[in-house]
């Protein structure tokens, strides 16, 4: 099978000649570039083989987009100089920007730049975040502080959500248009009852995700990724995707198991990454060996449940596919 077939059959329940796999991870130095982005996307394909591409942006492309400021370290993800709201209240203000220019003009050309090269072998997706994600980072508040503030103005906070959702939408169209077979949508720090409750998240986080994916609902692989542990997944499993992704080894999460006994769609996770950051290459192979063998769900795709650590040991890399294809 070649890398579309195999993923295809997969999230048709259909037998594959092995678990198709799909690893991501930041390059803190090249990612400031389309040329480097791109270039660090396509070695990490050829050098695993990956039968799904997710490309994985620089963390503050959306902030910066509406005015924060940040410099690279090189090493770790950026620092950060300027944010772009200092209230709540501004949120209400928030420009409607141009989702094709500037740093989103500039992720664009790294997918099409990254489609050209490999686009014809293998499935590439493009991140993006949730609008909750991009408001709290804009205001540099932890999700605490911003529901705290959120309780004192939510006309703000809801006019502001909803503007950032339809560039976000927009984006994600832009994203397809550049060669995207789907957009890797994540709610990082707050699809997790340890930042809000679900409340909270039908009001603030559920009308404005559904907002952006109904804008890509016709691309075939798009992905809900619902980030830390005690997630959300159950509230938000009816969401129009193709691919659930979260991590299985953090506590309060389900199981590959336990949620692919739940739907139709596919599910994408299983590989420890602390013990791949920490643990031996010998270990890293038992634990995807284990996982993946016979007892694996169906509809299944080899992955993390977010970004590998840059400083994992590439023979731990090399590991997990190779137990995957012994």
Partial sequence: MNHKERLRAALAGEPTDRVPISLWGHDFAREWSAEGLAQATIEAYRRYDLDLVKVNPRFTYYFE???SRYEPTGTSQPRRLINALARIEELADLPEIDPTEGVFGDQIEALRMIVATIGAEVDVIQTAFNALT??????DMSPAEFVEAAAGNPAAVHAGLARISRVIADYGVACLDAGASGVF????????????????????????DLQVLAAVRDAPLNVLHVCRDHNLLDLLSDYPVAIFNWDVHGAGNASLQEFASKTDRGVMGGIDLKLVQEGTAAAVQAQVKHDFGAARPARVIAAGGCSIDPGAPAANLDAITSALRD
């Fill in 65 to 67: 987009a509406w005015g």
């Fill in 134 to 139: 991009i408001a709290s980072n804009l205001l």
């Fill in 185 to 208: 949508f994540a709610t990082v720090d707050w699809g997790t009852r340890d930042a809000v409750t679900e409340d909270f998240y039908r009001e603030y986080g559920r009308p404005y």
